[in-house]
């Protein structure tokens, strides 16, 4: 079973509008984390933001934001004001524990989402 | 600089040929982590390792080896490189994997390897 479900292989949004990134995902840990990341046509992963399910309010990080809701087991990224140098691939994380229970070492991506920013 | 040095950055080799990545990071972390990218797939992960002489599976580590010696130093191995490992790879590490899920990763460049 998929552990992370990105949706949308493809998103394309104008320069300066608000864009959504869906990610939905799957645990049976009450304890775990989320983490949105980009990456470039260059290839580097860059950390964009991070929530914990502990956590009561939504994480945000200047434009990027994340609407989180627990019981739908969704995160998703919020983009505002779009910029081109938005335009790259999205890929959502859920960090959790291992089969043993007694660390976070496991890190489960999902497919990824291209964004194409427009002028 | 605090960073994460992974080379070669570009492989092309040939079945079978014992060939490792290595994989730097001079920010004290405990915990390193490779991972490979796919087309289609996202990134999946290899081995991890939450501190020196401490390693484990993660979702694909069929055809690769790993070990951790030494803090900073996180080599991927393979010992008989086939075609189904061409990929680009990641090494990434975290302050600490154990007891907390907030350490975001910090990645290297990649490794795109070409297994002929």
């Known amino acids: 079973a998929q552990k992370i479900t990105q949706t949308q292989p493809g998103m394309f949004v104008q320069e300066k509008e608000a864009v959504t990134l869906d990610c939905t995902y799957d645990?049976?840990?009450?304890?775990?984390?989320l983490f949105w990341y980009k990456q470039p046509s260059s290839g580097e992963m860059i950390f964009l933001i991070y929530q914990g399910s502990y956590d009561e309010q939504n994480a945000t990080e200047g434009r990027y934001s994340l609407n989180f809701q627990k019981a739908r087991k969704s995160a998703n990224l919020v983009i505002s004001a779009s910029q081109l140098g938005d335009s790259a691939m999205y890929f959502c994380?859920?960090?959790?524990?291992?089969?043993?229970?007694?660390?976070?070492?496991?890190?489960?991506f999902g497919q990824g989402t291209i964004l194409t920013v427009h002028p | 600089e605090a960073q994460v040095t992974q080379n070669p950055r570009y492989l092309i080799t040939v079945t079978g040929k014992k060939l490792t990545v290595t994989c730097s990071q001079n920010?004290?972390?405990?915990?390193m982590s490779w991972y490979r990218q796919d087309p289609g797939l996202g990134l999946r992960q290899i081995y991890y390792s939450m501190n020196v002489e401490v390693t484990d599976k993660g979702d694909v580590p069929e055809g690769y080896k790993v070990s951790r010696k030494e803090k900073r130093n996180f080599p991927l191995i393979l010992e008989s490189p086939s075609p189904n490992q061409t990929s680009l790879y990641f090494c990434a590490s975290s302050l600490w994997g154990g007891g907390t899920t907030n350490q975001p990763q910090h990645f290297g460049d990649g490794t795109r390897l070409s297994i002929l």
């Open positions: 645990t049976s840990d009450q304890s775990y984390g």
């Open positions: 920010m004290n972390h405990e915990y």
């Open positions: 994380a859920m960090r959790e524990t291992d089969a043993g229970g007694t660390s976070y070492g496991k890190l489960t």
